[in-house]
């Protein structure tokens, strides 16, 4: 009987003294989450993660669940299992209060209220507003961001100015997925092989950001692929119809464990477009995956394919759009000018913990795809393999005086793009004209120091060493080959934040950037390379106010900055089909930017309405061209724009929204934007018109039978049937006594609705 009661003993006192362990991290970024507050569910507080994001909690029972709650993020419930007593917790940033989400940026692991420099933050929530078949209503809802489309097969992306120059694709902003190089190594970008519904976070720099990511004036866009919420298995169904034939059917597995976090989705989209010779067709797979194989080491895998079969419409003139906004350019119709690609990415990242003070990340990756790009004066072919990888080691000595954390890395891409151009024969290839090689290699190395010089004072210290070459192979013109090597460039960082309060942080930075031209802007009019172009430069001077008021219900961000540009790439149409680029240009970027977000209501103000926010971004921008030459052929001078307005910059640009949700599973996304008029060509003598777009989406999501959540929706875009033209041609030229063809109209009232349904295993 004694030695029953003592082995019931042991048992009990082994029982209450059952031990967990583990991390908590930020599920999209993988960064650790200092100060979690994890609770019993009696409400007493039984751990605190570390500045590691490490915790230990007893319980009395093998089984149960508390709550890890941090601000700026959603509540995490953690399901306590007697198989598994080292967790790996991930929680999901909430998208009302971004102040407080923990930003990957300059890898300082700070809340974005806390870190130097124009920084936005978009969730999955942002770019589920609209109808989640592009990126645009989101990126516009950034101060000083922009995303032009009208139809899906063309895009482009500027920032406080820069890029919105770009002839085609993005230029100018670096773009990653996962850490990983979306931009190809001679900057230029397309994102259509992203799958929008994938995407379950972006981090916005604006402004150059060459300390930590290298070449790129107008700043960078970080995106992260989702990742499954912790402790869920579930398979989701959705599908998506809509004006113009848009339609899209998808299935997502998601598997969020302690040791592998899975997500795989597969995606079918169709479009037949707003235009004549507009449709659009996309295929995507993507795979997440992210790995725990013990408490020092994350391993995570990426691997995405996606096929787009494209048709190009083409710019129209203004009295083509007033006949018939509808028509395609009658030259693309005639060339059957189209995308047809076929991408493939594949990523391999590990993050190490050496010890609390030494810690590396790296990731390696290849890319490739196959392009054929009927256009209107060309028939492409394209094949491009690139390869490289990122590293970066953080180390804290853990001075007791002036605390110093260091951050150096290193990035390399090199991309092999093999092109033949051919003459178009209405859409079939004719006879080859073109057969060039470019193997292009770009390098970066960056250091970054952040010292506390007080509890409240940070200063941070960057400076990247960037080195960029183009070496071209010409086939059929041999003497045309050669080798063009850019000017190293070295591009400092200083910025100083103070944290006064809850309501009020001040910082001020000083950062420098460049970007050099592409290889298809090398070229001179014969065809030969240009020894004489260089590398756009950028110096921003900025300052940053941000922090939260009322009892943190309002949110608010401000950044004033002065960038001057020089070196500017102008672009000068020779001829049909031929563009050359000098370094004629410099401009001044003055502006301001305003995001304000008000929590009206929450969940514990109001029984049936969960969050109710509207919210505004504002920008003004005061650009304008300070010695702008228009070159011809011979390095003439052929036209002066000094103190002109950049072109194709809006002075003023508005965005609003009102966000509501309900505790019955009803839901409302509203938003408003209006883009002044913009100067359509450097002498400033033809305007895009301003114009507003209005838009509303209404769901209702709801748990049926414990294990089933069904969510279906409905919406309406330009609820205003207004027409406007969201993407110009910039500086087009009307050959023959023709008018320039600027406008590419965008679809009038279109509506669509879905439905999803996931099943919680």
């Known amino acids: 009987m004694l030695s029953i009661g003592l082995l019931l003993f042991f048992i009990q006192v082994k029982a209450q003294n059952r031990l967990f362990k583990g991390h908590i991290y930020d599920s999209q970024t993988r960064q650790p989450l200092a100060g979690v507050i994890i609770v ?62 923990r930003v990957e940026s300059y890898n300082g692991n700070k809340t974005n209220k806390e870190t130097a420099g124009g920084i936005a933050l978009i969730t999955a929530r942002d770019i589920n507003r609209g109808n989640a078949v592009s990126f645009q209503s989101a990126l516009n809802g950034i101060p000083g961001v922009r995303m032009d489309q009208s139809t899906l097969s063309e895009a482009r992306i500027s920032i406080r100015g820069n890029g919105v120059r770009a002839s085609y694709g993005i230029r100018n902003v670096k773009i990653y997925l996962n850490e990983i190089p979306v931009t190809e190594a001679d900057g230029t970008t397309r994102i259509e092989a992203l799958d929008v519904n994938s995407i379950g976070r972006a981090e916005v720099i604006k402004g150059p950001a060459s300390s930590i990511y290298g070449a790129g004036t107008a700043g960078v866009i970080n995106f992260q692929l989702q990742r499954s919420p912790y402790q869920e298995q579930s398979l989701e169904a959705s599908g998506l119809i809509g004006a113009n034939g848009l339609h899209r059917l998808a299935t997502t597995y998601r598997s969020g464990g302690d040791k592998v976090n899975s997500y795989v989705s597969y995606g079918w989209q169709e479009y037949n477009g707003y235009r004549e010779h507009s449709t659009d067709m996309r295929r995507f797979l993507t795979g997440n995956f992210q790995l725990f194989p013990s408490d020092k080491r994350i391993i995570t895998l990426l691997i995405n394919r996606t096929t787009q079969h494209s048709q190009i419409p083409g710019s129209l003139t203004l009295d083509q759009v007033n006949t018939n906004p509808l028509q395609a350019n009658a030259t693309n119709l005639d060339k059957a000018a189209g995308r047809y690609q076929n991408w493939t990415r594949i990523g391999l990242g590990q993050q190490y913990r050496f010890n609390d003070q030494f810690s590396n990340t790296t990731s390696v990756f290849t890319y490739f795809y196959d392009l054929n790009h009927p256009l209107p004066y060309a028939y492409i072919r394209n094949y491009y393999q690139s390869y490289g990888g990122r590293t970066r080691f953080s180390y804290d000595p853990e001075f007791k005086t002036l605390p110093t954390r260091f951050t150096i890395g290193a990035e390399f891409n090199e991309g092999l793009t093999k092109g033949t151009q051919y003459v178009n024969n209405h859409g079939t290839e004719g006879a080859v004209n073109s057969n060039v090689d470019y193997q292009n290699t770009q390098y970066s190395l960056f250091y970054q120091s952040e010292t506390a010089l007080g509890p409240k004072t940070t200063l941070t210290l960057g400076l990247s060493y960037n080195s960029l070459r183009y070496d071209v192979k010409d086939y059929l013109k041999q003497n045309q080959s050669g ?16 944290n006064f309060s809850d309501a009020l942080s001040l910082h001020a930075s000083v950062s420098s950037g460049f970007s050099p031209p592409s290889s298809s802007e090398i070229k001179n009019v014969d065809g030969s390379i240009n020894p004489t172009l260089q590398a756009e430069k950028a110096l921003n001077y900025e300052l940053n106010a941000k922090g939260n008021l009322l009892k943190s219900r309002l949110e608010y961000d401000l950044a004033l900055f002065k960038m001057d540009m020089k070196g500017e790439l102008i672009g ?21 930017e305003l995001s304000l977000s008000y929590q009206l209501l929450k969940a514990e103000d109001q029984q049936q309405i969960l969050s109710l926010r509207p919210f505004v971004a504002v920008t ?17 001078v052929t036209a002066t724009y000094d103190g002109h307005q950049l072109t194709g910059i809006a002075p003023w640009v508005f965005n609003a929204g009102l966000d509501l949700e309900t505790r019955s599973g009803v839901y409302f996304y509203g938003s408003y934007f209006y883009s002044d008029a913009l100067p359509l060509n450097d002498a400033n003598s033809a305007f ?48 023959g006594g023709a008018q320039p063809a600027y406008f590419n109209p965008s679809p009038k009232r279109n509506g669509y609705a879905g439905l999803n349904l996931k099943y919680i295993f």
């Open 483 to 498: 080798l063009k090597k850019f000017d190293p460039q070295a591009s400092p960082r200083i910025a100083l934040s103070h």
């Open 572 to 592: 000068q149409s020779v001829q049909q089909g031929i563009t050359i680029y000098n370094n004629a240009g410099k401009t001044s970027h003055n502006g301001a």
């Open 40 to 101: 019993n569910s009696d409400g007493q507080t039984i751990a605190k993660s570390d500045v590691k994001g490490y915790f230990e909690l007893g319980t009395s029972s093998a089984e149960g669940q508390v709550k890890a709650s941090l601000r700026g993020y959603k509540f995490q419930l953690i399901k306590l299992r007697a198989d598994e007593s080292e967790l790996n917790v991930q929680m999901e940033a909430d998208a009302v209060s971004l102040n407080e989400v």
């Open 620 to 636: 003004y921008s005061d650009f304008k061209f300070k010695d702008y030459k228009i070159l011809n052929a011979q390095n003439q």
């Open 688 to 735: 895009n018109p301003s114009y507003q777009v209005l838009n509303a989406k209404i769901g209702y999501k709801k748990m049926l039978l414990k294990c089933l959540e069904a969510n279906v929706y409905g919406g309406l875009d330009n609820i205003l049937n207004k027409s406007y033209s969201s993407i110009v041609s910039l500086n087009a030229v009307g050959y």
